[in-house]
């Protein structure tokens, strides 16, 4: 069996009952950063060994960690903050099992963009969730094909390029399109700010945001 299992992405009480007995029973955790998770599973007393699986090293291990579940081994599979898979590695590894008839179990918890869309104040009866845009080739194509989107859609955003984004956001979809700047979700300085496009440019100018970012736009009407 590989579990997929959710971890907090900023307050460590987000973390479940059932996760920490999974990550507790299962013979090996995967571990986007084996030393961030560490930090992590020292504070709830899980001594579960770790192995590194992450976006430059799962084509090469793959077939391994196939092989061992294979074996009846059961396995976790973790990233730095929040449910594998959403924007990061755990993709290769689910579609693998899934293609070999190995039991995969998903358990739900904490991903930063349903707080980010329910705090917004914007229409979420329909939404589009993006991820992180590319930074150069294909960019525009995206803002282009966003832009003209009837229904809400999400960006994650570094805090050096926020500015940029929301430049580019104006550019596409107009000055006083509504849009919210989540930052910082379930962590103590959390900052979730709803108003214009044109007024989150201004609120945040180069360089001055922190944490990560969740960008949510209304759709065009």
Request: some cysteine; aromatic content about 6%.
């Amino acid at each position: 069996m590989l579990y997929v299992v959710p971890t907090p992405i900023g307050n460590l009480e987000d973390m479940t009952f059932r996760a920490l007995s999974v990550l507790k029973s299962v013979s090996l955790i995967l571990a986007e950063d084996t030393r961030t998770s560490k930090k992590l599973l020292d504070h709830y007393a899980v001594s579960t060994p770790l192995r590194a699986y992450h976006a430059h090293n799962e084509h090469g291990v793959l077939d391994g960690i196939i092989a061992q579940l294979q074996t009846g081994l059961d396995m976790a599979l973790i990233s730095d903050a929040g449910t594998p898979s959403i924007s990061d590695p755990g993709f290769l590894l689910v579609r693998a099992c899934v293609q070999a008839a190995i039991p995969v179990q998903c358990l739900p918890g904490p991903t930063a963009f349903v707080p980010a869309l329910v705090a917004a104040g914007l229409p979420m009866d329909k939404f589009y969730f993006e991820g992180f845009l590319p930074h150069k080739k294909g960019r525009q194509t995206r803002l282009k094909y966003l832009a003209e989107l009837p229904v809400t859609f999400i960006l994650y955003e570094s805090p050096h390029r926020l500015h940029k984004c929301l430049a580019q956001l104006v550019e596409h979809c107009g000055a006083e399109r509504p849009a919210a700047v989540c930052r910082e979700i379930s962590k103590l300085h959390e900052e979730i700010t709803s108003s214009t496009l044109a007024a989150l440019l201004e609120k945040y100018p180069e360089e001055t945001a922190r944490g990560e970012i969740v960008v949510v736009v209304a759709g065009k009407h």
